[in-house]
């Protein structure tokens, strides 16, 4: 009798794609699962694949595994006899491991792309409305809110952070037995295979095209640039030689496209010693020469992948799995290029000194405090070297009206405590109001005496006037998708507070969790930035110490109420000053108007200032 050699066994197996292996053991577990009392199938996926297992080993071919599986699943169905009726705690425990085991599940297969969508989903709605107007924004609304909902079912994220775009409110979980809850997990289970995809693709698209970009090229390095003896590898190479030649670029120079012939495979180790070099890391500067030799090595280090790019791609070696071991290198080196890109975009921002560069920071608070003493003194100067020019007064005038300030700087200081007139026992005229609010993009807020002025310094900061007291309130401001956690609701406005201006502390719109920065671990356990310290709208420098908002909170705090005390301080002086000489109420409320309008202007001027002429353009 013949045999039938061992590799010629084994052969019908290793022709079996794996996707037809886990569709019998799918069925398996759908069997074995009606068999018994309150079971899923997701509960017997380990033991159907043992089982499918020993019959796929034991088989001789295709025919007697199915045959196989089928007989024994048979039997089983004959002879099985359920287990005695558990009492009604255990199937309860029982059905609870169930629903923990769905959720891991489906955690585990869906739960990254979900937090993304909670992440960005607020975010998404506002651009894709401003793209392609309401309507379609409300429909994609829908399915963010559901994304949002079902990450809270499965535990993805916390509910305190699973916050709707509709409604700005938390999500609501009902309460629901075991069964209910295995249930309605398994109808999400078949959503959130088909519709999370697409609604993270839209997410990626508007609010991330960095992630968006990276995940085209896994794609494009997958499913063209490692496939080497694939035509479309062979036209993509065509395309991108007559590219570079009409851009001027010289093909022929080693260093930009691979050699030919034997030496294209020394050129995957020339690559990888390109790799190596553009990994890395790159000091963080601490002084300004120091910054400039961090900026051209982050100028280098884009170059550098320039030049890895175009010979990778162009990279066709004699043996084509030569080519895997540079496998994802284009994700990475596209991952440093972007940290690049943004340490020398936060650089050319932090330079301020060119024209037209006015943005507010938020630590401009605490470095340019307001002075009521300091602006006199400026105006004063001006009004005397006017006065100079027009030759009304003479230089000894002017000596004796410079001691006259310093000498009143050395007396005691008249300060207002409340306004008399002015938004106290009426409304300003129309004309003052129409001042505040186009001159200086002021809002008035509130009613009677709890009425005050909010003015906005960009993005970072809003100054609060109140005058009754007159008072003085800065505080940061929170970023566009963290405004629904600090705004309060209708209620707590009307019944609770009154429609009376809350008094928030210094830490309003303070981030408590620093942003998240790539770190890299380097040799004695330390951690560093990948590329020096990348600064965002949170990163505030005081007393030389730079560094995320949310580490500095304490005295980021006590830094805002100085300057609210100053400002305050400022204010009283302008109201004093303005209505010392005034007897009627009439000269009173005009007097107050014009400090008003003063105090707005010096902080217009002192935290927004106007961008100096170049003389060279005039």
Known sequence: MSTVPAAEANDWRSNIPQSYRSAEINTIADVLARLEPGATSASKLMLASQFENMMFTASTDLADYRKKIQKRLKKMQKNYKPPAAMNGEALLEQKKEAVVQLQRKLKSMYGEKLELIVKYGRHTVKEFREKCGDQKSKNLMDHVDQAITWAADIGAVPIDSAILVGTGKTVRIPRRSPEETLAYLNKISADLEKRVDNIRGYCVKLTRPDLFFAERLDEMETNVLLKVDSSVFKAFVDSLKEALQSAGVDISVPATLPSSGANKDADVEALKDILEKFKTILPIPRSKEEEKEAMLGHLNRIRAACQFFISYSALSPEQPNTKLQLAGSIRKVYEGVHESLLVLRQAYKEDRSREGITTALLEDVWTKLLDYDREMNEASTTDTSTLE?????????????????????????????????????????????????????????????????????????????????????????????????????????????????????????????????????????????????????????????????????????????????????????????????????FEIEISEGNAVLKFLQLARKTYEPEPELDDNKI
């Not at 007064?393 to 007139?421: F, M």
Request: contains cysteine; positive net charge; charged residues 25%.
């Open 389 to 585: 020019i027009g030759s009304i007064i003479s230089e000894d005038t002017s000596g004796s009206d410079q001691a006259l300030v310093q000498s009143s700087v050395r007396t005691s200081k008249p300060v207002a405590i409340r306004s008399k007139i002015l938004f106290s026992k009426r409304l300003p005229p129309k004309s003052l109001l129409d001042a505040i609010k186009k001159k200086y993009n002021a809002k008035v807020c509130g009613e009677g005496k709890s009425i005050n002025l909010k003015v906005a310094f960009g993005e970072a900061f809003e100054m609060s006037l109140y005058f009754c007291p007159l008072l003085v309130k800065i505080r940061a401001l929170p970023d566009t998708e963290d405004k629904t956690k600090f705004a309060q609701s209708k209620f707590r406005k009307k019944v609770v507070d009154c429609k009376i201006d809350a008094w928030n502390s210094a830490t309003y719109g303070l981030k408590t969790v620093p942003l998240p920065t790539q770190i890299v671990k380097q040799s004695g356990g330390k951690k560093r930035t990948a590329s020096g310290q990348i600064k965002t709208k949170q990163t505030v420098s005081i007393m030389g110490v730079s560094a995320d908002i949310a580490l500095l909170i304490p005295v980021v705090a006590k830094r805002i109420e100085f300057a609210s005390a100053k400002a305050t301080l400022c204010l009283r002086r302008f109201f004093a000053e303005r209505t010392k000489t005034c007897k009627s109420d």
